[in-house]
């Protein structure tokens, strides 16, 4: 036998035998698919106020959930006890959504599959190191950032780290294992100048292990900064900006979206609209638009699964999927929705590899994992260079989005206003609002400079996943900027 797979089976007190078991009777009542999914997580917090340690935990995730497919309706029963009589139990009560189903199937006997390419090995095992050494990280985070400026009045440091222990196993004979780790540094500073006060944060999420500190700002090691570094001077940098900043005219302008973390909106206003549970109930506004034009030529945008150590990656999805990278859009035209099992099989087309979900207790849904645009050939200066009256936006925040229509608010945190083709003055406090698509529609010029952004984003949809993405500079013709009246 595999030896991981025996030490999975260790873990979860289970074996091939007692899987297939599980799985039969899930599916004793009919049903088209069904699936078991184990999991131990471990996660562990420390976090530094006021130059000290103020909380720390550790906390455990441990169970397994069994799922039963009947064309596009769904049961699911999870259980915390991994037991034979507990997951039959459970296997027992997801069947009864098959009770008045006539179609049978039985389990294909089981096939240990492999991904092609680790995409998170570890080098240190969070495991092996020690609270004072993760305390040391925060010292020094705290450190470098009073070294930047007489100006701080409080610095926030947290370090996360996590590691899931997966076995999946379904009817269709697929089984893996899967190790996935993840680690978080981030921060926040407070700075004053006279009465004001202002504030910024700064983050990086990789699936690492200890080695992600000097993974630098791409996960690759070869950065020259250490993370610890350059979350510092990217926080007090921000603050010291916003002293200068003020809010901008208000009314329709053009808009130029900054590279890396403004892929905020990509993901929220653009992305949800292409995960195919929504295509499937028709909510979505491109629900019959595959195949068509949907922006300029040129544009590519892209759900990614296989960056090496991106928060967003993964070996396989939580249906038995193999990572991928997805074009949803490809060139200007609508080339694929994000797909689980179920809108796949009720699309007639392969799954996307998106079927993801928070914990053993939920049901996997399409989920997007790292989303982004691919990068145009035009330099940012000579995108700001071709407006004359817009701004520019550096960090978005606080969004809000009608999922399906793609109708958005977002709170612009930074940016430039852009008068006669330069930025001048630094920008806050404003809100950008929009529609999605139309944006999409609306884009004028791809920037050469795409950028992900690795910082500590979660998708929150009823689930929480983590995730991330990214863009170019793009410059959109227009959208409603909702500053002050002049």
């Known amino acids: 036998m595999d030896e991981r797979l025996e030490h999975f089976y260790r873990i979860f007190g289970t074996d091939g035998a007692g899987i297939s078991q599980v799985l039969a009777k899930a ?47 769904t049961g699911y029963a999870y259980t915390e006890s991994t037991a034979l009589a507990n997951l039959l139990n459970a296997a027992k009560t997801a069947s009864a959504i098959a009770l008045s189903f006539e179609r049978r199937v039985a389990p294909v006997p089981l096939s240990l599959m492999h991904c092609r390419q680790d995409r998170y090995p570890v080098v240190t095992p969070w495991e092996d190191i020690s609270v004072l050494k993760k305390k040391e990280v925060l010292d020094s ?150 195949g068509k034009r949907i922006c300029r030529e040129g544009i590519n945008i892209v759900d990614d699964g296989t960056i090496k150590y991106n928060r967003g990656s993964v070996n396989f999805d939580d249906e038995g999927v193999e990572g991928q990278k997805t074009y949803l859009v490809k060139d200007g035209i609508l080339n694929s929705y994000l797909h689980d099992r179920i809108s796949a099989e009720y699309f007639g087309t ?14 996997p849904i399409p989920r997007m994992r790292a989303t982004y645009m691919e990068s145009g050939n035009v330099s940012q200066q000579d995108i700001i260079s071709s407006v004359s009256n817009g701004i520019y936006v550096d960090e978005l925040s606080n969004g809000q989005v009608q999922i399906g229509a793609g109708d958005f608010t977002f709170f612009v945190k930074s940016g430039f206003l ?53 863009m170019p500079s793009v410059l959109v013709k227009s959208l409603n900027v909702g500053g002050i009246y002049e």
């Open 141 to 290: 985070l705290n450190d470098a950032v009073y070294r930047r400026s007489d100006a701080i009045v409080s610095v926030s440091g947290r370090i996360t780290d996590s590691n899931s222990k997966i076995l999946f196993a379904n009817s269709l004979g697929n089984l893996y294992t899967d190790e996935r780790p993840m680690a978080e540094l981030s921060l926040s500073v407070v700075m004053a100048r006279g009465s004001r006060m202002e504030s910024a944060y700064s983050s990086r999420s990789f699936r690492m292990g200890y080695e992600f500190l000097s993974a630098g700002r791409n996960g690759e090691g070869d950065m020259g900064e250490s993370i610890v570094e350059e979350i510092a001077e990217e926080a007090v940098n921000s603050c010291k900006r916003l002293f200068e900043a003020s809010q901008p005219p208000c009314g329709e302008m053009a808009v130029v979206m900054g590279s890396g973390s403004s892929g905020v909106l990509l993901h929220e206003a653009i992305g949800h609209t292409f995960e195919a549970d929504f295509i499937r109930k028709g909510t979505s506004i491109f629900s019959d638009k595959l």
């Open 27 to 73: 599916l004793s009542n009919g049903g088209d698919y069904a699936d078991i999914f184990f999991e131990y997580t471990t996660s562990n917090m420390l976090l530094l106020q006021e130059g000290e340690v103020k909380a720390t935990s550790v906390e455990s995730i441990f169970g397994a959930g069994v799922r039963v497919v009947c064309g596009t309706h």
């Open 350 to 363: 392969a799954p996307t590899g998106n079927g993801r979900r928070e914990s053993f207790r939920d049901m």
């Open 418 to 470: 852009i008068e006669n083709g330069k930025l001048t003055r630094p920008i806050k406090d404003t809100n950008i609002i929009g529609n999605g698509p139309a944006a999409l529609a609306d884009i004028l010029a791809v920037g050469n400079n795409a950028v992900i952004d690795n910082g500590t984003w979660l998708c929150r949809k009823g689930q929480s996943c983590p995730v991330s993405c990214g």
